[in-house]
């Protein structure tokens, strides 16, 4: 079973709409939970960082962990075409552990 | 702009070329990663450097072979690559090395092996 499961999509809404992305995880000792994003032709950049369970909230972006379940989501309100993107979940459990990537879920936000 | 600059941004060669991928950092970070991104699957991470000593080495191919000569520069040299080598590389750093550390990536090195 992959540590690190996530639905690559695509996924395609239009301007304004509520997106939920989600992964699930296999390993319980993973601690620490990020979410990058990766526009064409660029590198991720790291969007949202949790550590251990709960919600982040970081302007249209909240991130959510639930460790009973080994979910992990991310919510965009108000999508923008602008967040038109490749979102990529990761976990880790600290330590000298490595971090581990989902496959990415492409995101395209229609005007 | 990431702070994190990776040279070239694509790169074509045959399989009986050498070439070198380059990386360098300017956020004063400790650990540097290598990366390669293929389509349809997950990240997945070759070599690791903390404090310019290689600490980790996922079972890549002897073809690639890392150089991390400060902790600001990293290098990939690449010799007799196959077509399956074609993939996005990708350089981060961290500001250390473990704990769940946040990486800071690079564009990316287009690679098309023919």
């Known amino acids: 079973q992959k540590e690190v499961e996530q639905d690559p999509g695509p996924l395609s809404v239009p301007e304004g709409a509520i997106v939920s992305l989600n992964c699930t995880y296999s390993?319980?000792?993973?601690?620490?939970f990020m979410w990058y994003r990766q526009y064409s032709r660029k590198g991720p950049e790291l969007l949202m960082y949790?550590?251990?369970?709960g919600n982040k909230e970081d302007g249209r972006f909240t991130a959510q962990v639930d460790k009973s379940s080994k979910y992990i989501s991310l919510f965009i309100r108000d999508s923008q075409p602008s967040d038109s993107a490749t979102y990529l979940c990761?976990?880790?459990?600290?330590?000298?552990?490595?971090?581990?990537f989902g496959k990415g879920t492409k995101l395209t936000v229609n005007p | 702009e990431t702070g994190v600059t990776q040279t070239p941004r694509h790169l074509v060669m045959g399989m009986t070329n050498k070439k070198s991928l380059k990386c360098e950092q300017h956020?004063?970070?400790?650990?540097m990663y290598w990366y390669k991104q293929s389509a349809k699957k997950p990240l997945e991470l070759m070599f690791v450097?903390?404090?310019?000593?290689?600490?980790e080495n996922n079972s890549v191919p002897s073809r690639f072979s890392p150089e991390c000569p400060n902790s600001s520069h990293l290098f990939l040299h690449l010799h007799t690559l196959q077509p399956e080598d074609s993939a996005l590389y990708l350089c981060?750093?961290?500001?250390?090395?473990?704990?769940?550390?946040?990486?800071?990536f690079g564009s990316g090195t287009q690679l098309s092996v023919l």
């Open positions: 981060a750093s961290s500001q250390v090395l473990g704990r769940g550390e946040k990486l800071f």
């Open positions: 949790t550590y251990s369970s």
């Open positions: 450097y903390s404090l310019e000593e290689r600490v």
């Open positions: 390993n319980s000792a993973f601690q620490y």
């Open positions: 956020l004063g970070h400790n650990a």
């Open positions: 990761a976990s880790t459990q600290g330590g000298s552990e490595k971090l581990v």
